[in-house]
């Protein structure tokens, strides 16, 4: 008695899901990346080496205010991008888990098939 088995057949988010896994990693280590190489500088330049009548007293165009500007901005575009990759991978999470299912029906048929065969053998 032959039986012919066939492997589950890929779902889409079998495919989909490492690229949203990459993508969420990803932008979060452009999020990084930017705090760490531009806010930390920034920061440190503005607060560490200016005291603060000197910061107070900044005019318009002045150095100092292109580097506050810089400090509140910047923020404003990281803190969405960050959760973009965190809800990005959170999504892959649950595309690989949506594919549980299907990969148990198959296992089961599987299983159907060669129960009878795995009985015969043992007796």
Not at 35 to 56: F, V
Request: proline share 7%; charged share 10%.
């Amino acid at each position: 008695m032959t039986i012919e088995l066939k492997p589950a057949a890929p779902s889409w988010q079998t495919k989909v899901f490492p690229l949203l896994a990459v993508l969420g990693w990803a932008l979060v280590l452009v999020a990084l990346l930017v705090g760490l190489l531009t806010l930390s500088p920034t920061a440190q330049s503005y607060w560490g080496e200016n005291a603060k009548s000197s910061r107070d007293a900044a005019e318009a165009g002045s150095g100092l205010i292109t580097q506050l500007q810089t400090l509140s901005a910047t923020p404003r575009w990281i803190e969405p991008l960050i959760f973009l990759g965190v809800a990005s991978f959170m999504t892959s999470i649950a595309m690989a888990f949506s594919t549980i299912p299907n990969i148990l029906k198959n296992r089961g048929q599987v299983m159907s098939l060669c129960f009878p065969l795995i009985v015969e053998q043992g007796e």
